[in-house]
């Protein structure tokens, strides 16, 4: 498999890469084709520099798999799921 290193692999292998700024305290789900689109496909993630649109603070990446494929996933357990799983 390939080391998930660029924007271009993790597209392939349907990954999603967010950023965070620390300042702002925002997370934002980045758009993989727009990236690749303006040349930055193949450039290793650790020397891609994102700026927060708000406030210009290089941002923080976080590579994230993709969510399992089975109806209704999600990361987080439902509510009503979790409280039949106390006894409730
Ligand atoms: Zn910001």
Redesign the pocket.
Known sequence: MDTLDTVSRLLRHRHGLAAY????R?WEDLKLGPLIVRGHGDRPLSTLRLR??????V?ELQVRPPLPVFAGASWMAPARAAAQSLGA
């Open positions: 700024c620390p300042r702002c925002r927060c649109r708000d406030c210009r603070t941002g």
